[in-house]
C-alpha cells in the first residue's frame, strides 16, 4: 500500500514509524510532515494538513491507498470526507461523526441522547445565561468552550464564583478560546484519568489500547496546562476488567447511537475518561490519536498497524490483528524552555544520534536542513522507551533524555521529571463528588 499520514506533529512521527515498518506498507508519504516523517518517506510539505481538496488531488495523482488522518483539525476542516469521496480508503471520521469532538456541546447532547456516563452540564450561549445557571450551582465546576481550543478551552473551578469569572472573561473583550459562542457548564468530576481509544471501523468500535498522560507543564502537576509532557502505557491501577466495564458503558452505547443517528465513524475514537467511585465517565472526546499517548502506545504495537487501520477504514476491521508486547512503555516530552507561554524556534539541532536499544525519539513541528533540524520549539522531541516494567522503562526513557538535552543545549529544552513516577492513588481511595 502508499500510505498517507497527515499531520506535522510528534504524534504522527510516531504513526509515520509505525506505518512505515508495517509489511504492508510500500512506500510512505507525509502532508506536510515534519524531519521524522522525512526520514521515511516524501513530504508534501507545501500542502496544509487541513486543505482537502489538494490533499485529495496529490493523494489521487500518488495513487494513495490509505490516508492516516492525525490531527483534528483536519477531521473538523473536513479532510476526510473529501478524500473519501474520491474513492480512496481514509482512517479518520467525517466532519459530522467529528462533532463527537469538535464540539463539546454536541459531544454532550450526544451522551445525553444515548446515556453514555459523563458529567451533568449545561450548555449557554450569553454571559446572562451563564449568570443563572452559575446561581445556585454547587461545588467545582469546570467550563469549557464549545469548539476546538488547542488546549486552552477548559478551565476546572473550585467554585461558582471562580467559574463565573472565566464565563466573564470569555464572553468580554478576551473572547471565547477557539472563537465559537456556546460554553459548557459541568460538575467536577474526582477520580483518575485514563485515555482509552478504540478502533471504529464505521459499524463498530472495538477498543485498542490505553494511556496516562501528563498535561501540566510542571512536575507535581503544577503549572500551566500544555499540549502534553509525557505519557506512559500500560495504566496501573484501574480494575482489573476495566476494559469489559468501558465496553459495555461507553463503547457499545456509542456505537449503537452513531448507527442511530445514521453516522459512520471509521477512525480512532479517544475517549478521555475520569474513573470515579461510579466507574468510568466521559470528560471528553477525540476523534483522532493522542498526542504524546502515541508516543507511549506506537514502541508496544505488534503486527501489520497499516493493514489493522486499512481494514477499519475499509469497514472490516478484524481484531485479530490487534497486538501488543507485554512490555511498559514511558514517553518523556523536551520542550523549549519557556513552553507554553511561548515557542521559541530551536535550529540546528543534530538529524542523527544513537540511542539505546528499547529507545526510540520522535520530532514534533519540525524541518530537515541537510544534516540539522530546525524546529518550531514547543514540544521539540519525545523520547519513548521500553521496559520489563514501568520503571525499567522510566529509567531508559530519563537516561536518553538527560543525554538528547546535553546535546541539544541544557538552556535549550527541559523536560517534567515525573512522568510515570506519580502514578496516582489506587481507584478504590478515589470519589466522586457530583
Ligand atoms: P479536555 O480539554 O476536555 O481534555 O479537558 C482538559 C482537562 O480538564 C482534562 O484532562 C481534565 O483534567 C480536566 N477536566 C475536564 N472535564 C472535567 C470534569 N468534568 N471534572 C474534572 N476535571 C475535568
Ligand atoms: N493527550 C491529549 C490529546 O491528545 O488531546
Not at 465559537?180 to 485498542?208: C, K, M, N, Q
Request: hydrophobic content about 40%.
Amino acid at each position: 500500500m502508499n500510505i498517507l499520514v497527515i499531520g506535522n506533529g510528534t504524534r504522527e512521527d510516531a504513526l509515520s514509524w509505525l506505518l512505515a515498518n508495517s509489511p504492508s506498507c510500500s512506500a510512505l508519504f507525509a502532508a506536510p510532515g515534519n524531519a521524522g516523517t522525512a526520514s521515511r518517506g516524501e513530504n508534501w510539505s507545501e500542502i496544509s494538513a487541513t486543505d482537502g481538496k489538494t490533499l485529495a488531488e496529490r493523494a489521487l495523482e500518488k495513487k494513495i491507498d490509505l490516508v492516516v488522518i492525525g490531527p483534528d483539525a483536519a477531521i473538523a476542516a473536513g479532510v476526510a470526507d473529501r478524500i473519501r469521496a474520491a474513492g480512496i480508503a481514509v482512517f479518520g471520521p467525517d466532519r459530522s461523526p467529528g462533532r463527537l469532538e469538535s464540539s463539546k456541546i454536541f459531544a454532550k447532547r450526544f451522551m445525553e441522547r444515548h446515556g453514555i456516563p459523563t458529567a451533568r452540564g449545561r450548555a449557554v450561549h450569553s454571559l446572562e445565561a451563564g449568570r443563572k445557571v452559575l446561581s445556585d450551582w454547587e461545588g467545582g465546576c469546570v467550563v469549557k468552550a464549545d469548539g476546538l481550543a488547542s488546549g486552552k478551552g477548559v478551565v476546572v473551578a473550585a467554585d461558582a464564583q471562580a467559574a463565573l469569572a472565566t464565563v466573564e472573561e470569555w464572553y468580554g473583550p478576551a473572547g471565547i478560546p477557539g472563537g465559537g459562542s456556546g460554553i459548557i457548564l459541568e460538575r467536577r468530576l474526582i477520580g483518575r484519568e485514563l485515555s482509552f481509544f478504540a478502533l471504529g471501523d464505521g459499524a463498530t468500535l472495538v477498543p485498542w489500547v490505553s494511556a496516562c498522560d501528563y498535561k501540566r507543564a510542571l512536575d507535581g502537576d503544577r503549572g500551566p496546562n500544555t499540549g502534553g509532557m509525557g505519557s506512559y502505557t500500560p495504566p496501573e491501577g484501574f480494575p482489573r476488567n476495566y476494559v469489559e466495564i468501558i465496553r459495555e458503558r461507553i463503547l457499545d452505547p456509542v456505537a449503537r447511537g452513531l448507527k442511530a443517528e445514521g453516522e459512520r465513524y471509521m477512525g480512532a475514537l479517544y475517549c478521555g475518561l475520569m474513573w470515579t467511585d461510579d466507574g468510568p465517565m466521559v470528560i471528553e472526546f477525540n476523534a483522532r490519536f493522542g498526542d504524546p499517548e502515541m508516543q507511549a502506545i506506537a514502541p508496544r504495537v505488534r503486527g501489520d498497524f497499516a493493514a489493522l487501520l486499512a481494514g477499519a477504514a475499509q469497514g472490516r476491521l478484524d481484531p485479530a490483528l490487534i497486538d501488543f508486547t507485554d512490555e511498559a512503555c514511558v514517553a518523556v516530552v523536551l520542550t523549549t524552555t519557556e513552553y507554553p507561554i511561548r515557542s521559541t524556534p530551536l535550529g540546528g539541532l543534530p538529524s542523527e544520534f544513537a540511542l539505546p536499544d528499547k529507545v526510540l525519539s520522535f520530532w514534533g513541528v519540525s524541518r530537515r536542513n541537510g544534516d540539522v533540524v530546525d524546529t518550531a520549539g514547543g514540544r521539540v522531541l519525545t523520547i519513548s522507551a521500553l521496559g520489563s516494567s514501568l520503571e525499567q522503562a522510566r529509567d531508559r526513557a530519563y537516561e536518553a533524555a538527560r543525554d538528547i538535552r546535553a546535546k541539544f543545549g541544557v538552556d535549550a529544552v527541559r523536560y517534567r521529571r515525573d512522568i510515570a513516577l506519580s502514578v496516582s492513588p489506587p481507584v478504590e481511595k478515589v470519589s466522586s463528588v457530583t
